[in-house]
Nanobody, 122 residues
């Protein structure tokens, strides 16, 4: 069982930056692939980024490529999403998820956090 808690969301102006954190419980964090997702109002949840167990393999959605960076610290049981050059269309609830398997879609993840709101103003 893994429990995930996101933090770091808030209000930011277009062009600004935020860093989201997702803290995981349990002693086997390094055994899980971690992912970030987002869901804008009235839209489906979208894949944002995923990072493998060691951090050596990363995959990004095309929409955020070059602006967002996913990373993890296995000693702190935490995965991060650094968001730069933010746009109003980045406004969404951001979720992290964990799974033992490598997945680069929204489907199939075993564990989800409760989400954190990110709002990008013009």
């Amino acid at each position: 069982q893994v429990q995930l808690v996101e933090s770091g969301g808030g209000l930011v102006q277009a062009g600004g930056s935020l860093r989201l954190s997702c803290a995981a419980s349990g002693r086997t964090f390094s055994s899980y692939v971690m992912g970030w997702f987002r869901q804008a109002p009235g839209k489906e949840r979208d894949f944002v980024a995923a990072i493998n167990w060691s951090g050596g393999i990363i995959h990004y959605a095309d929409s955020i490529q070059g602006r967002f960076t996913i990373s993890r610290d296995n000693a702190k049981n935490t995965v991060y999403l650094q968001m730069n050059s933010q746009k109003p269309e980045d406004t969404a609830v951001y979720y992290c998820a964990a799974d033992p398997k490598w997945i680069v879609s929204t489907l199939g993840w075993d564990y989800w956090g409760q989400g954190t709101q990110v709002t990008v103003s013009t």
